[in-house]
């Protein structure tokens, strides 16, 4: 069954993709659509049997790699941290699979579209499965292969290429440390199997090693170098520039990959790794400061940004932050029910505003838009509960998410975790502020399209409404179901052994025995986030112009992304081309050519042609210099008679 | 076909088809048809012949089999002598697998002489496979001069604009480096009075003898390999090549280096080694960073593709003076990846070359819209280049770094942003030709790939999976000749520092 799950989107990808042709864009529509939907029952079944009823399974497919002590095997581990991810991962997928057959029922290769999201599920199903970091790395190279080709879908874009490239060497830049997190993660177990290294983790809780000429306390650089690889892979702030950019792909995908699945694989690898983060306090420190920040930075961009799906896509950004920082805070369990409940509402906001695009005639502006609730009221009341839930308004599926993580960061007693929560509060009120901005903007208010695009705007067809109500249903009810289970009394029963807990980060646990103030204080800032965009954008507009004409700088500065692209552009890639490009007409043309190969040839050819004008052919030059040649021969011979 | 010198027959099978082609004669279309299909037909033949080394091996024993020795020289030790281990069968494999490939990719490319190219082709091959099999100093020393005069005809003939200036550079440059390796097999003969390889790897040499013959192994090798700084020849002999050299040059000829460290330099001259490693360890690592850089802003797609093997092959030297199981193991599994993978990347290039007849990367753009298929298979390609897991280019890269971590985390880092740069050109140059709008005029009737060139690529493709996802066929008949090699080595070291304390 677990086998079946994990591969049936292989198949599809692999049957849309090579038989395309044959089958026809509706063949390749049922089957990759088919095969996802039984991989989702499946999953269903899955969590049932694993999760609520406590039988985790590794199956053992094949061997991979062996060679000394290294031995890597394909195998399917199935616990209830990966039961969730198997929810989460088929039934957004099918949900967007369903959706791109009326989403892109325009576009010319079909096929070849399904085929790329089945294997991307693949690729996910592999990375969650995983039962070594090996095979881990597999799924999450796949992934990003598959985020590549879908970014750059339309590839006659230059733009959609750019950012595919960004996208994927951005990501590359993190498996440098997550490659080179498994080298050291081996060099310490002797094993790369989560099994083998989890029991020999408390032993080697105290031990040292010595890497790039520093000493190290061991576990703290593994776990460090490993989280490099998730920051790049869940666009934490440093490495994040790849996220708004991936946006130039089709809708579908960002809601599959850059908001539900993909971008949270970092989480799910460091909550994986939670047996060998909790002997860390510095590597959990790290994490909650790059999460903190990465949660306030993205929800100041995000309040600048005009265009709709960037706009979600720094707010994903803010959301991931969110749950790195209780990943810091130790209240892992915490952070997948955030990254569970994010998946429904942040797909559905995503889906919600590829239908708005598809109704305005694939506009993205939010400046073009407006007033066009009454065109499509079925995605208004879609995207209302989304940002509801994203906002975490009480009762929707974000108020239990990230009311706990909040709650947990003030549990867990540390100055970083503190800072955490103060951070999250004023992104609470950020959160909500932009979400209404673009509710406003985008569905209320004057119409501020052009009459043309305004008469073609029309509510989207049944296929694209039914996944977008299935995951509504999620974002209005997930948090509610699943509240016990994930974070609750139940948890202990729940996780099982998927995810440690040392008595000494007790946060998930204080997190319900905190103030009343801290646990309110998030409800409070996020109606007043609501309140100042209806001030802004519906009582008086003149307000936000006249705010950013006085604060010119630092509207600049949030528009433009605290200028990280600028800043890379200059530091790292003009560089690399221009020492490129010196090295090799410097380096190896004049250099290594001019003295070597080609150097020596003109020279043979120089000397040669020296020795040739000795040829003259008159005899008395031969003659003369025979006689210079006695002569000094004979002289040779006298000072050496003595 | 127990006593069948099965060696000797995938040597010399080849130079039975040559002679044979060279005794057509008639029209020139006919002679041209004949040499075409009996060079095919010879290139398969041996390939099947050379199946037979494979299914007959005993991956278990570490020792050289198959063995065929007959009396050369008279009064000396000097010996006809084949044999292969783990180490060289593949590579004899690998040999006889890409010349019917090659020879098939030429079809088209080459239509002037192609008598004299399917002779040159298939006397190529011989030498390869001899190099491979060759047990005697003498008899490897032959073979591995000898691949240079086809090579040296095929840029030189059949190659591109200037293909005199590359052709003469690839042969002084290889040949120098060389006549430093003969010196040093004098000096060996002198000191061991035997040129039997397996009773070298017996003989202790003392250590300032051991750091000559080094250093002189290593002037040969390391043009071979290329190793940064003796690397300029490479692209500009891959660049005039003809497609099919290229595929040659890429698959087999830059593995003779690494073979020659792996056979000579590490277990001959194993404190001579241990003293160099940090020479080799810098000099990859420059390789690896440097040739990146570099490829970054080539203009011709070959020359990218060759800058970026140099690179590659820098892994290939890290890996075997890592001197641990996963260095070694990464290292072979690393230069078997890399001939195909390199291969079909120059097969690509060929593809559009035969076509449009430029390499230059501007003057392509938006092929994926006419060239769906070729597409698909460049982007495999060039996914393997990158080293992706699932594909072959992952298996050699991951456990080469593994290995050279457990030594040293610093040579591990800085190869380690092979990965990032090498990501960066392979998918710019994939841009820069399939990406993007199809503007040109005389693209929008490109056609796609046809039957032929279909039936060359798919066996590869079918290699690289394989080889990525289950490399345990591979890497399985390795394990023992890998485990003997670095346990003599352990003992040599030991022996050597015992020395070296009693001296005190």
Not at chain 1, 191 to 212: C, E, L, R
Not at chain 2, 345 to 370: K, N, P, S
Request: aromatic residues 14%.
């Amino acid at each position: 069954m677990i086998t079946a799950t994990v591969f049936l989107p292989l198949l599809g990808a692999m049957v849309a993709g090579l038989f395309g042709r044959f089958i026809g864009d509706r063949g390749a529509q049922i089957i990759t659509c088919g095969l996802l939907l039984v991989s989702a029952v499946l999953a269903g079944l899955i969590f049932n049997k694993v999760a609520l009823g406590g039988h985790p399974e590794t199956i053992l497919i094949a061997d991979w790699i062996q060679s000394g002590t290294v031995n890597v095997t394909w195998s399917l581990k199935v616990d209830t941290l990966t039961a969730v991810m198997l929810i989460v991962v088929t039934w957004v997928s099918a949900a967007v699979h369903v959706y791109s057959v009326g989403y892109m029922s325009h576009d010319t290769s079909i096929a070849r579209f399904q085929s790329y999201l089945s294997l991307f599920t693949f690729a996910m199903l592999m990375l969650v499965t995983a039962d070594n970091l090996v095979q881990m790395f597999f799924g999450w190279e796949g992934v990003g292969v598959a985020s590549y080709l879908l970014i750059g879908f339309w590839y006659e874009k230059p733009s959609a290429s750019a950012a595919a490239i960004k996208a994927f060497v951005v990501n590359r830049v993190g498996d440098f440390g997550f490659a080179l997190g498994i080298f050291g993660t081996y060099f310490l177990f002797g094993s790369v199997g989560f099994d083998a290294i989890f029991q020999a983790a408390p032993d080697k809780a105290a031990a040292t090693v010595t890497f790039f000429g520093v000493e190290w306390h061991a576990i703290t650089i593994c776990c460090l170098l490993l989280f490099v690889g998730a920051m790049g892979k869940s666009a934490q702030l440093g490495l994040h520039t790849w996220l708004p950019d991936a946006m130039e792909g089709p809708t579908p995908v960002s809601a599959l990959i850059h908001a539900a699945t993909m971008v949270t694989a970092g989480v799910f690898m460091v909550a994986r790794m939670s047996p060998l983060f909790e002997f860390s306090d510095t590597a959990l420190t790290v994490v909650t400061v790059v999460g903190a920040a990465t949660a306030i930075f993205a929800a100041t961009v995000g309040c600048v940004q005009n265009d709709i799906k960037r706009i979600i896509a720094y707010s994903t950004c803010s959301q991931l932050g969110y749950m790195f920082f209780a990943i810091g805070v130790s209240a892992y369990q915490a952070a997948i029910f955030h990254l569970m409940t994010h998946a429904f509402f942040k797909a559905l906001l995503f889906l919600g505003a590829g239908s708005v695009i598809h109704a305005m005639s694939d506009e993205q502006d939010i400046r073009k838009m407006g007033g066009i609730w009454k065109h499509v009221k079925v995605t208004w009341v879609l995207m209302w509960i989304g940002s509801l839930a994203l906002a975490g308004v009480p009762f929707f599926a974000g108020f239990y998410s990230k009311d706990t993580i909040l709650e947990a960061a003030w549990g867990s007693h540390t100055i970083a975790g503190q800072g955490a929560y103060w951070l999250g509060c004023a992104a609470a009120f950020l959160t909500a502020f932009y979400s209404w901005r673009l509710l406003l903007l985008t569905f209320h208010g004057r119409p501020r399209a052009d009459e043309h695009v305004m008469a073609h705007v029309h509510e989207s067809p049944a296929v694209m409404i039914l996944p977008l109500l299935f995951l509504a249903t999620g974002a209005v009810f997930a948090g509610w179901l699943g509240f016990d289970l994930f974070v609750g009394h139940a948890n202990h029963e729940f996780w099982l052994h998927s995810i440690l807990n040392t008595e000494a980060h007790p946060a998930l646990e204080n997190a319900h025995h905190v103030p009343e103030w801290v646990a309110l204080l998030p409800t409070v800032v996020a109606l007043s986030g609501i309140a100042l965009a209806y001030l802004f954008y519906s009582f008086a507009p003149g307000l936000p112009v006249a705010l950013a004409n006085t604060f010119q700088g630092v509207y600049q500065f949030l528009l433009n992304k605290w200028y990280f692209d600028e800043l890379y552009d200059t530091i790292f890639v003009k560089p690399a081309f221009r020492l490129g490009r010196g090295l090799w007409l410097g380096g190896d043309g004049a250099l290594i050519d001019g003295v070597g190969p080609d150097g020596v040839a003109a020279a043979t050819v120089v000397i040669a042609k020296r020795f040739s004008r000795m040829q003259s052919g008159f005899l008395y030059h031969y003659a003369f210099s025979m006689l210079i040649g006695v002569a000094v021969f004979v002289t040779w011979y006298i000072f050496n008679a003595r | 076909m127990n006593d069948w010198p099965l060696l000797s027959l995938t040597t010399f099978l080849p130079l039975l088809g040559a002679l044979f082609i060279l005794t057509i004669r008639g029209e020139a279309e006919v002679v041209t048809r004949n040499a075409r299909a009996v060079a095919l037909l010879t290139s398969v033949a041996t390939f099947i012949v050379s199946l037979f080394i494979l299914v007959k091996f005993n991956g278990s024993s570490p020792d050289f089999q198959f063995k065929e020795t007959a009396t050369w020289f008279p009064g000396t030790t000097i010996a006809y002598s084949m044999g292969v281990d783990g180490v060289s069968m593949w590579f004899v494999i690998l040999s006889t697998f890409l010349t019917p490939i090659c020879i098939l990719s030429s079809f088209a490319g080459v239509t002037k002489r192609v008598k004299e190219y399917m002779v040159a082709f298939l006397v190529l091959e011989t030498m390869m496979v001899g190099m491979f099999c060759a047990l005697d100093l003498v008899l490897f020393y032959i073979f591995f001069e000898a691949v240079l005069i086809p090579m040296f005809i095929i840029i030189g003939v059949w190659g591109g604009q200037r293909r005199v200036y590359a052709a003469f550079k690839f042969f002084l440059y290889t040949l120098a480096g060389s006549v430093l390796m003969l010196l040093a097999m004098m000096a060996i003969y002198f000191e061991a009075h035997t040129t039997d390889i397996p009773s070298l790897m017996a003989h202790s040499f003392p250590f300032a003898l051991q750091q000559w013959l080094w250093l002189a192994f290593f002037a040969s090798f390391a043009v071979k390999v290329p190793m940064w700084p003796v690397h300029t020849w490479l692209p500009d002999a891959h660049v005039e090549a003809p497609t099919a050299g290229s595929v040659i040059l890429a698959g087999v000829l830059l593995k003779m280096g690494a073979y020659g460290f792996l056979r000579f330099s590490v277990p001959m001259l194993p404190d001579a080694s241990v003293y160099f490693t940090p020479l080799i360890y810098t000099l990859s690592i420059v390789a690896v960073i440097y040739t990146s850089l570099v490829a970054l802003v080539q203009d011709d797609m070959k020359k990218l593709i060759a800058y970026s093997s140099v690179a590659h092959m820098g892994y290939v030297t890290i890996g075997i003076f890592s001197m641990t199981v996963q260095g070694v193991e990464g290292a072979i599994f690393q230069m078997l990846s890399h001939g195909i993978v390199a291969s079909a990347l120059f097969l690509c290039v060929g593809v559009v070359y035969d076509r449009m007849h430029t390499r230059e990367i501007a003057r392509y753009g938006g092929l994926a819209t006419r060239m769906p298929i070729y597409a698909a298979v460049f982007m495999l390609f060039t996914m393997a280049s990158v080293g992706l897991p699932g594909t072959s280019g992952f298996v050699g890269e991951f456990l080469v770094l593994l290995g050279v971590f457990q030594v040293s985390s610093w040579v591990a880092f800085f190869a380690a942003t092979g990965l990032v740069l090498g990501c960066t050109y392979m998918l710019l140059l994939y841009r820069r030709v399939m990406f993007g709008r199809l503007v040109r005029e005389d693209l929008k009737a490109i056609l796609d790939l046809d039957l032929r060139e279909v039936a060359v690529f798919v066996p590869l493709i079918l290699i690289v999976i394989w080889m990525g996802v289950y490399p345990s066929t591979v890497i399985e008949p390795i394990h023992a000749t890998v485990a003997k090699m670095i346990d003599n080595y352990e003992l040599a070291r030991a022996a050597h520092e015992g020395l070296s304390v009693a001296a005190r």
